[in-house]
């Protein structure tokens, strides 16, 4: 579901207090996905046990660095939306 943009007006949040919050989502998500980088699987902690079980820890990881990464880019997309007002 796409994400209806905050209106900047008079009576509403301040059009800088909207940009610092998304620079702080951003920045925030920016950092756990760097977090979540560092928990890459690695096949040496995945070798004594069944064949498919590190390819399948690497391929959750990689859909959880894709959802992270889009959300990033849905936060990054609405902070542009609220600017260009």
Known sequence: MPQPIP???SNGTGKNALMSQMNRVIEKLRNAQ???SFATPH???FYIKK???YRQA???HEIRM???AALIAEF???REAI???
Request: aromatic letters at 8%; proline letters at 0%.
């Open 58 to 60: 690497y391929a959750v």
């Open 34 to 36: 760097e977090e979540m």
């Open 76 to 78: 990054e997309e609405l």
């Open 66 to 68: 894709e959802r992270i």
């Open 51 to 53: 064949d498919n079980d």
């Open 83 to 85: 600017f260009n007002q």
């Open 43 to 45: 096949e040496r902690d």
């Open 7 to 9: 209106a900047v007006h």
